[in-house]
Each structure stands twice: as C-alpha cells, then as structure tokens.
C-alpha cells in the first residue's frame, strides 16, 4: 500500500536552516502536506503543494517537491526555538481511497 | 470563530469499561476522521466518514465504534475489546471529496489523551 517516510531526528542551532525530507509511494499523489505537532496538542496544517508545483514558499518555508524521485522537502530559515516540534509528512492521491497517508513525524530540535 | 473540538482533554478510565470521546466541528465540513498516536509513533486511522450516516473502517478498527448521525459530531467509543486502548487521540474533519478547488487538507482538534489502567 500507500507509505510516507520521514527520518525520525534533526537537530539544528538556532539561526540556521533545517531541512526535513520525506519520500512517498504513491505515483498517483494529488496533494502532499506538511503538518507541525506541538507537545500535547494537535496537528496544524503548515502548508501544502499540488503535485504540479515543484516549489512553494511562505515566508521562512519553502517545499520543493521532486516528483520523479517521489521526494518532498520543507526548509524552514532562520529557525527559532518556537519551531521545536513534530513534522510530518502527508499526501492525498487518489489511491488512497479519500485517506490522507501520514509519515512517523521527523521530531526537530532547536538548540539555543 | 470556526474550529474542531475535542473533549475532554484527560481522560481516565478503568479497564473493561467502555468510554466515549467527543469530537464536534462547525466547520462544515463533510468528511471526519480519528486517528491514535502512541508515543513516537505517527497516526494510525481508526474510523473515518465522508458524509453523515456513512463510515468505514480504517487500519486499525477492531475494539472501537463511531456513529455520525450529525454534520458536526463524529463521537468515537473505545469499547473494552480494545487491547490496548491508552493513546492520544485525534480527530480531524476536511472539506469533502468533490468539491472544485478541494485540497483536502484536514483541520485537527487539539486531542484527547486517554489512561486506561
């Protein structure tokens, strides 16, 4: 079936750039996701990109989608302590039956 | 001001009895979902449903039931057939499938942390 994979660990300084990788199964992927999760709380939607975009930006985020290796990456600038949590990965295709496929997380530490 | 909750937040139960989680968004949206995480783990979907009356089973169903009678309400019960019921759960709605500009992306409340001892 469906499979998103993510590292589970990234540590980086404060100030710099962190970069999360995923990689997907799904040729057929419509929508691919990346969501942030704080201790304790739910998942907030960051940002997205269709799969006929190869690049999005949103102010310090920037997703580039490599759609021939099935790899999506989010880079996040400047990154503060406040971006310390969970990031996952997910994509919607039509293969998936309506069911959005989520990664394990990649959890990000900022170091101070 | 639109938005999905859930309650309660912390919620503690006895082995064998069964317990229900409330889930309720006005966000009109179609679609709802519940999903587990155990610690260090991604999301597992339990349950999900597209339109009122209507659900179906996700990866990992057996011990739970859910109903949706209602647009906004999509109550998950742990029953006591669950092996191991204690997780954080999470519900989530999204626009439904079909609508012109759709993204699907889906709204998460803020989770219900179930102990089960």
């Known amino acids: 079936g469906e499979d998103v994979e993510q590292s589970l660990f990234l540590s980086v300084r404060e100030g710099d750039s962190s970069v999360i990788n995923c990689t997907y199964t799904?040729?057929?992927?419509?929508?691919l996701y990346w969501y942030k999760q704080e201790p304790g709380a739910g998942l907030q939607l960051l940002t997205y990109?269709?799969?006929?975009?190869d690049m999005k930006q949103d102010q310090r985020l920037t997703v580039l989608l490599n759609k021939k290796d099935k790899h999506l990456s989010l880079r996040i600038a400047d990154t503060q302590t406040g971006d310390s949590a969970i990031y996952f990965c997910a994509e919607w295709g039509d293969t998936g039956g309506f069911k959005t496929i989520f990664g394990a997380g990649t959890r990000l530490f900022v170091k101070a | 001001d639109g938005g999905i909750t859930q309650s309660p937040k912390y919620l503690f139960r006895k082995e064998g009895q069964n317990v229900t989680l409330s889930c309720e968004q006005n966000l009109n949206h179609d679609a709802m979902y519940w999903y587990r995480q155990d610690p260090g783990q991604g999301l597992r979907l339990i349950y999900y449903s597209q339109i009122v009356n209507d659900f179906q089973k996700g990866d990992i169903a057996e011990g739970y039931s859910v109903s949706r009678e209602k647009k906004e309400s999509f109550p998950l019960t742990v029953t006591s057939a669950q092996k191991n019921p204690t997780a954080f759960y999470l519900c989530a709605s999204a626009e439904g499938p079909g609508l012109a500009g759709n993204s699907y992306e889906q709204y998460f409340g803020p989770g219900t942390r179930l102990t089960v001892t």
């Open positions: 799904d040729s057929s992927s419509t929508y």
């Open positions: 990109i269709f799969s006929n975009m």
